[in-house]
């Protein structure tokens, strides 16, 4: 079965409102990583967030490693947020294999 | 820092052809992946390499699909018979062993379509 499963699957927003991307995850191993994709482009990593709240910018990521969730939050929403979001976790605990989910769509309008 | 670079962008083939994508990873990380990402979907592990040894190639079809990093540095992805079943995008990946979370630092893809 799928073993990360976000939601929602897709978003759409006026620019300066708040998104909340959610990651339910199998394992408790976990070494949760969040990533963006560009539209049509590259994948860029956000967070290594294994555990505990990060911040950068505009973005924050949650963690509960014991209840199996982790969550994105991207507070006053750009236009140039749009693109979808992926989070991963590591299946063998050595950083190497990821399992990503099927991403959120985000789409900022202005 | 040159990022990691993938060619080609794109491919069309027609089922049965060949094609290899061709990675070239950033200077100093030793660990390779190849994902496939489908279409609206979250990419998957394809093989990984350290250095120039296979660590996982276990989700390769290897009927169809061989990947090779033969110096440690660039690798190829080759598909041969293709399906259109492949058609997805070919992203590559490197990171450097014992960096912190083992960031992964991806190319642009390859995307193919298969007719």
Avoid: M
Wanted: proline content about 4%; glycine content about 10%.
């Amino acid at each position: 079965g799928q073993q990360v499963q976000q939601s929602p699957a897709s978003l759409v927003l006026q620019e300066g409102e708040n998104a909340e991307l959610q990651c339910n995850f199998s394992s408790t191993a976990t070494r949760l990583q969040w990533f963006y994709q560009h539209p049509g482009g590259r994948l860029v990593s956000l967070f290594y967030n294994p555990s505990g709240t990060k911040h950068t910018g505009r973005l924050t990521s949650t963690t509960v490693t014991n209840e199996r969730r982790s969550s994105l939050h991207i507070s006053s929403s750009q236009t140039t947020d749009s693109g979808t979001y992926f989070c991963a976790i590591d299946l063998q605990g050595t950083g190497s294999k990821l399992s990503f989910g099927k991403g959120a769509k985000l789409t900022v309008s202005p | 820092e040159a990022g990691v670079t993938q060619s080609p962008r794109y491919a069309v083939l027609q089922e049965g052809q060949a094609v290899s994508f061709w990675c070239d990873p950033i200077s100093g990380h030793d660990t390779l992946y190849w994902y496939q990402q489908p279409r609206d979907q979250g990419p998957q592990l394809l093989v990984y390499f350290r250095d120039e040894a296979v660590i996982d190639n276990s989700q390769l079809p290897s009927d169809r699909f061989s990947a090779v990093r033969p110096k440690g540095t660039n690798s190829t992805l080759k598909i041969q018979s293709a399906k259109q079943g492949d058609t997805a995008t070919y992203l590559c990946a490197s990171s450097r062993q014992g960096a912190k979370g083992n960031t992964l630092y991806f190319g642009e893809g390859s995307r193919l379509i298969v007719v």
